[in-house]
């Protein structure tokens, strides 16, 4: 598998492949960029068709964690693992996360780990019998998600806000790709504002719960892009802003939590062209992040102050973005260069 050809390879310092035996774990951890600090970023459990995807996922997912963590103003280097397994059909949980546990402290604590899709706070548990280089604890700073969807909540009201002068989402109409952890307390917030929801997932108990608690009409996977909304919420998993889906957007706005969401950067310019504001997912997505980052001295009152300046951030980038008649995208990626660059001298 070649590693340093990979499209998705940014000078990551580091790529462990890692492997137990025993229980059958199959991981990649990729230490993207240390500059700011140990990478911090989550573990994603997915099946993957192939070693060379669940690579390419990994160094793409690494990378944003460092612009993500950058920008985020914390002093954290960016990193991200992924297992190779089907998170339904795993014969013994406690085992595979104390191998993965072993594998994350090797590392030394160049690397952190905490929870991601397919990995609960109570996996990261297990592994931290192993090792104390995880984050997001029980008893710590916990379950990142509702903090994830509070900044994407307020990462809506800010492309409203820069597209419309107004940011309350009453009566706006938005659809949201994914309703697990982050998406239900997105909905939440979202619902409580009195917007109109439209939600899709593979999950029925999960859609059934949204669609109960808050009245959100259920659509079909793959009706969600050409729905009549204001807002696109991807929130499930990357790449869905692509040649297919773009064509079939009417939302002006494209707002979630999901990860990479744009398949390849050329994407950012095609929603450009259309007139279609994007949040740059990194940017939205780092409440997570952000309240894992008070994990040793936790202090939620604090955790949610800087949380809330994700607001600002995206109108930041929304007006230089216009200003300079550049991508939304390349210019967070611009801003987070400057402050990892301006780390490493
Ligand atoms: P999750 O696994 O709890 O939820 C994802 C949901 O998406 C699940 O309900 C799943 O069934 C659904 N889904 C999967 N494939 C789908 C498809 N093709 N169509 C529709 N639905 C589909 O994960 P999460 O923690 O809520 O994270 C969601 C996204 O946000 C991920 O991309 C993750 O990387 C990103 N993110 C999460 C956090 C966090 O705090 N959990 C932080 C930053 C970014």
């Known amino acids: 598998m070649a590693v340093f050809d990979s499209v998705s390879f940014d000078n990551h310092e580091q790529i462990v492949h890692c492997h137990d035996e025993e229980t059958g774990l199959k991981a990649i951890i990729a230490v ?3 500059n700011l600090g140990p990478a911090f970023g989550g573990c994603r459990m997915w099946n993957y068709d192939s070693d060379k995807e669940a690579l390419n996922d990994v160094l793409r997912l690494s990378r944003g964690m460092t612009y993500k963590n950058a920008l985020a103003g914390l002093s954290m280097g960016g ?20 191998a993965f546990g072993r594998a994350v402290h090797k590392l030394g604590g160049s690397y952190y780990s905490a929870e991601d899709v397919g990995v609960g706070t109570a996996d ?7 090792t ?41 109409k938005i659809s949201v790709q994914g309703v697990g952890h982050v998406g239900y307390y997105l909905c939440q917030r979202l619902h409580e504002e009195g917007a109109e929801l ?20 259920i659509v079909a996977p793959e009706d969600i892009y050409g729905l009549d909304v204001d807002v696109y919420a991807p929130c499930a998993l990357g790449a869905t802003i692509n040649d297919e889906t773009i064509p079939q957007l009417k939302a002006s706005i494209v707002a979630g939590c999901a990860n990479n969401q744009l398949a390849e950067l050329r994407h950012g310019d095609k929603l450009k062209e259309l007139n279609i504001l994007y949040a740059p997912d990194y940017v939205i997505n780092a409440g997570g992040i952000i309240n894992v980052s008070f994990e040793n001295d936790y202090d939620a009152t604090a955790s949610t ?27 967070a990626d611009e801003m987070a260069r400057a402050i990892i660059e301006g780390a490493a001298k």
């Open 32 to 34: 993207h960029n240390t």
């Open 124 to 130: 990261i548990m297990i592994a931290y019998q192993e």
């Open 305 to 331: 102050a800087k949380v809330e300046k994700i607001y600002d951030t995206l109108l930041t980038i929304f007006k230089r973005a216009d200003e300079e008649n550049r991508t939304t995208n390349v210019v």
């Open 198 to 217: 439209f939600i899709t997932d593979i999950n029925q108990d999960n859609l059934n719960k949204v669609a109960t608690d808050f009245g959100a009409t």
């Open 132 to 172: 104390p280089f995880v984050a997001g604890l029980e008893g710590k700073s916990g379950d990142p998600s509702p903090f994830t969807a509070l900044g994407t909540y307020l990462g809506i009201k800010a492309a409203i806000k820069h597209q419309r002068g107004f940011d309350s989402l009453k009566g706006i």
């Open 79 to 98: 990193g991200k693992s992924v297992i190779i397994a089907d998170p339904k059909n795993i014969k013994d949980r406690e085992a595979l996360f104390r």
